[in-house]
């Protein structure tokens, strides 16, 4: 008869400390510090001897900060090259368009920052003062943060390992003099790893108020966005609701659409309905939209007749309604 091991139970995410190695099975984890995973890490000691870890030392200053934000919300996708980062410039460029609206994006996408390039801002740098960093302004109420700001030219590559995206994160959460705001708009990297995990670690005190999940009609697209809204489920963060970018392709000239990205398994109103989330709403391709981001200017203004524009108000809309704004 052959012994076989019973699979070990999947560690929390949130139990995995930021510099761990790629197989740690968590702090909680009756193997902590003892798997062969653990030779070499700056944890294992501590793990090993059941001593509690103390809490971060930062997250006490990350509430303090993010108490004077009334809205947080994150932009994920488990696909790269969906359309987050534009996605969340046009999110921030319609909420900011109320002078009343006070706006914060947040970039943490560390190793591709495309949101300063997007929002026209991407030769700006930040300064600090006796309240922090000093984030960049778009207008009087948009502001951002972004890696970005930081290089010291748009042809350096970020080479980081974990434990450094995270402690800039967190940087980016306590030491960033954001003021009163009534949205901070967070866009994040493809996939489930160090910056998402951090995110929602840095801001569980805090809470967020949920997460808009875009994805594109393919299915080679669809079954990644499918694992990003998994995530969302084992950590705990309230889904919106999910965008379908680059849903048909909208001529210039005579405004007709049709399909570029054949939906294969049904797109994203199949993947909605077979999540049990809400499907905000369907942007359709319209060559501008890339034009403007390349230039930084609001599609929105730009090109207020465009159906990709009235998709993208009807989606903004409706995830004010759901958050009761």
Same mark, same amino acid.
């Given at each position: /008869?052959?012994a076989?091991?019973?699979?070990?139970?999947?560690?929390? $995410?949130?139990?995995?400390?930021?510099?761990?190695p790629e197989?740690?099975?968590?702090?909680?984890?009756?193997l902590a510090g003892?798997?062969d995973?653990c030779?070499?890490c700056?944890n294992q000691? &501590? +793990?090993?001897s059941?001593?509690?870890?103390? $809490?971060?030392?930062?997250? !006490?200053?990350?509430?303090?900060?993010?108490n004077s934000?009334k809205?947080?919300?994150?932009?994920?996708?488990?696909?790269?090259?969906?359309?987050?980062?534009?996605?969340?410039a046009?999110?921030?460029?319609?909420f900011?368009?109320?002078?009343r609206?006070?706006?914060?994006i947040?970039d943490?996408?560390? +190793?591709? !920052?495309?949101i300063?390039?997007?929002?026209?801002i991407a030769?700006?740098? *930040?300064?600090?003062?006796?309240?922090?960093?000093? $984030? *960049?302004?778009?207008?009087?109420?948009f502001a951002?943060m972004?890696?970005?700001f /930081?290089?010291p030219?748009s042809r350096?590559?970020? /080479?980081?390992?974990?434990?450094?995206?995270?402690?800039?994160?967190?940087?980016f959460?306590?030491?960033?003099?954001?003021?009163?705001?009534d #949205? @901070?708009?967070v866009?994040?990297?493809p996939g489930t790893?160090?910056?998402?995990?951090?995110i929602?670690?840095?801001l569980?005190?805090s809470?967020?108020?949920?997460?808009?999940?875009?994805?594109?009609?393919?299915?080679v697209?669809i079954?990644?966005?499918?694992?990003e809204?998994?995530f +969302?489920?084992k *950590?705990?963060?309230?889904?919106?609701g @999910?965008?379908?970018n /680059?849903?048909?392709?909208?001529c210039?000239? +005579?405004?007709?659409?049709?399909q570029?990205?054949?939906?294969?398994?049904?797109g994203?109103?199949?993947l909605a309905?077979d999540m049990g989330?809400e499907? @905000?709403g369907?942007? !359709?391709?319209? !060559?501008?939209?890339?034009k403007?981001?390349? #230039?930084?200017?609001s599609?929105?203004?730009? #090109?207020p007749?465009?159906?990709?524009?009235?998709?993208y108000?009807d989606?903004i809309?409706?995830?004010?309604e &759901?958050l009761?704004?």
């Amino acid at each position: /008869m052959i012994a076989v091991q019973p699979p070990a139970e999947a560690p929390n $995410p949130l139990s995995i400390p930021a510099n761990a190695p790629e197989h740690c099975p968590g702090t909680e984890s009756e193997l902590a510090g003892k798997s062969d995973a653990c030779n070499g890490c700056a944890n294992q000691e &501590i +793990c090993a001897s059941n001593t509690p870890k103390g $809490p971060d030392p930062s997250l !006490p200053f990350i509430t303090e900060r993010m108490n004077s934000v009334k809205r947080k919300i994150l932009v994920l996708s488990g696909k790269g090259g969906v359309g987050k980062s534009t996605f969340t410039a046009q999110l921030g460029w319609a909420f900011a368009a109320d002078d009343r609206t006070q706006v914060g994006i947040m970039d943490v996408d560390i +190793c591709g !920052p495309s949101i300063p390039t997007i929002l026209g801002i991407a030769n700006e740098q *930040v300064h600090a003062s006796s309240s922090g960093w000093s $984030p *960049v302004f778009v207008q009087d109420n948009f502001a951002v943060m972004s890696v970005g700001f /930081m290089l010291p030219t748009s042809r350096d590559a970020v /080479m980081w390992r974990g434990p450094k995206k995270n402690g800039l994160i967190s940087q980016f959460l306590k030491d960033v003099d954001w003021g009163d705001l009534d #949205y @901070l708009v967070v866009d994040t990297p493809p996939g489930t790893s160090d910056e998402h995990l951090s995110i929602v670690q840095y801001l569980k005190e805090s809470g967020i108020d949920g997460a808009v999940v875009i994805t594109t009609p393919q299915e080679v697209a669809i079954q990644d966005v499918r694992r990003e809204i998994d995530f +969302c489920r084992k *950590v705990g963060i309230r889904v919106l609701g @999910l965008v379908e970018n /680059m849903s048909g392709f909208v001529c210039p000239g +005579c405004k007709t659409e049709s399909q570029i990205f054949k939906p294969s398994t049904g797109g994203a109103k199949q993947l909605a309905q077979d999540m049990g989330i809400e499907l @905000l709403g369907a942007v !359709p391709l319209d !060559p501008r939209i890339g034009k403007s981001a390349d #230039y930084g200017v609001s599609f929105l203004d730009e #090109y207020p007749d465009s159906p990709a524009t009235t998709a993208y108000l009807d989606i903004i809309d409706r995830i004010k309604e &759901i958050l009761g704004d």
